[in-house]
């Protein structure tokens, strides 16, 4: 071959690189706007993290389940101008289906239990642990997907459904070290703003919108909301009494404004009586300006805060009776929490409980000279039939390169295969904490 020259197809010349073809081009290395790569140390954080949510999942008796990240955009057509639904993460597939990526669970989950029907026996308990999209403007610099662990209770009316979610959060949160004094719930019932607007014969149709407008209103002014309300069809008498009843923080006082005879100071009432028996009533406080901003939430909703007031909320969640239903399905009451995995990493920072995670293998395996590459896959083999980690040294190295390797992936144990302990059936070992090095037979290793 002359110099540079490149048979067709066939390998560079011996004399140098073939050369750059127009079609090789540097492709972005950086994953899509908004979304995150988890190189090894991210990973281990994320596994840590999901483990605790499947742990405390198996504690509460909850089973797992998950649905496809595609779902049909159907399931998010919901007219009550959700943030959720201006930036649905939606397209048309090559079959002209409109489908979109999930941007919350609840709604796959209610579709399984629909699509399950009389086949499930109530009450399900179900969780999930899913990656969810939106599609925002990267104005904000946002992320436009994060991981929520999900919890559900299917057809239970009872508050008790509630009460026990918010005591696995409580349950979660504990096992990371998170205490009362770093978090919080505020809890209120959308009965509270129902029984408002019935009292103003506002119509039921504007329930889930009016929801939807008062759930922004620690973001945007308050003439704004006044003035969305009004838009929406709201009396000027009956929004200020939404805002004065929006402002009460003791269930008391909104006993006072409401009377005893409805079902939100009801199901209030009978949630902090239930907390006390769990043991979380430091956790839980009630705030009526909580709404949520899902338009199916129709009693209880609660979200999970930090108590320093830095962090967007860490968890939320409520009551939706009616969802199964506007599926096509029974009626049947059910209850979840969506729980994200950015902001919970945020508090854990802040409050230093982030776990101390490294790669941990406990055997590096090494031929002490080419010839015996095979007699160490053997050895590899051996310990890994015996469920010891094994971390294979794949190539011809010198001890020193080895030795290196060891400390990074944090060996316990060097297994050494040189020729004359190998024809006497043994390996070296040299345990790397303490250096004590001896010689073992093939048979005894373990
Ligand atoms: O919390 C709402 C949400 C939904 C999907 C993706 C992301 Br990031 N955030």
């Excluded at 504690?59 to 595609?70: N, R």
């Excluded at 922004?216 to 002014?221: F, L, N, T, Y």
């Excluded at 995995?341 to 090494?366: F, H, R, T, Y």
């Amino acid at each position: 071959l002359t110099p540079n020259a490149v048979g067709a197809g066939g390998r560079a010349g011996a004399l140098s690189p073939a050369p750059i073809t127009e079609d090789l081009q540097k492709i972005d290395v950086n994953p899509p706007k908004g979304t995150r790569d988890f190189p090894p140390e991210d990973m281990r954080l994320r596994n840590w993290l999901f483990y605790h949510f499947r742990e405390v999942s198996r504690l509460f008796g909850f089973e797992e389940v998950d649905f496809p990240v595609l779902e049909s955009e159907a399931l998010y057509i919901r007219k009550a101008g959700e943030e959720i639904r201006d930036q649905l993460y939606c397209f048309e597939d090559r079959g002209n289906r409109r489908v979109a990526l999930r941007p919350e669970l609840t709604p796959s989950l209610a579709r399984l239990v629909i699509q399950k029907g009389k086949s499930l026996s109530l009450p399900v308990k179900w969780f999930a642990v899913g990656q969810c999209w939106r599609y925002e403007r990267m104005t904000r610099g946002r992320r436009r997907e994060h991981y929520q662990w999900n919890m559900d209770i299917i057809g239970v009316h009872e508050v008790s459904a509630e009460a026990e979610l918010i005591s696995s959060i409580v349950t979660f949160f504990k096992r990371l070290g998170i205490t009362a004094s770093d978090v919080g719930f505020k809890v209120s019932s959308r009965k509270v703003l129902q029984e408002v607007l019935r009292h103003y014969s506002i119509p039921e149709a504007l329930f889930g919108k009016v929801c939807i407008i008062i759930d922004k209103i620690e973001k945007i002014p308050v003439d704004d909301i006044k003035n969305e309300l009004k838009s929406a069809g709201v009396s000027e008498e009956a929004i200020e009494q939404l805002l004065q009843v929006l402002s009460i923080k003791s269930l008391t006082k909104l006993e006072e404004i409401l009377g005893d005879a409805g079902e939100a100071v009801a199901d209030l009432k009978q949630l902090f009586s239930l907390a006390e028996k769990f043991g979380y009533s430091e956790w839980i406080q009630f705030d009526a300006s909580i709404v949520r901003g899902l338009a199916y939430y129709t009693g209880i909703v609660f979200e999970g805060f930090d108590r320093g007031g830095k962090l967007r909320a860490i968890c939320g969640g409520g009551r939706y009776d009616r969802l199964l239903s506007t599926f096509g399905g029974d009626d049947i009451p059910a209850c979840g929490f969506g729980f994200g995995d950015a902001v919970i990493v945020e508090l854990l920072k802040e409050k230093g409980l982030l776990p101390e995670l490294s790669l941990q293998v406990e055997n590096i395996v090494c031929a002490l000279d080419p010839g015996l590459q095979g007699a160490a896959a053997t050895v590899a083999t051996i310990l890994r039939g015996k469920g010891q980690s094994v971390d294979l040294v794949l190539e011809n190295k010198p001890l020193k390169w080895v030795f290196k390797r060891a400390a990074r992936i944090n060996a316990n144990r060097l297994i050494l295969v040189g020729d004359s302990e190998w024809q006497r059936g043994m390996v070296g070992v040299k345990i790397l904490s303490s250096g004590e090095q001896h010689e073992i037979k093939l048979d005894e290793l373990e």
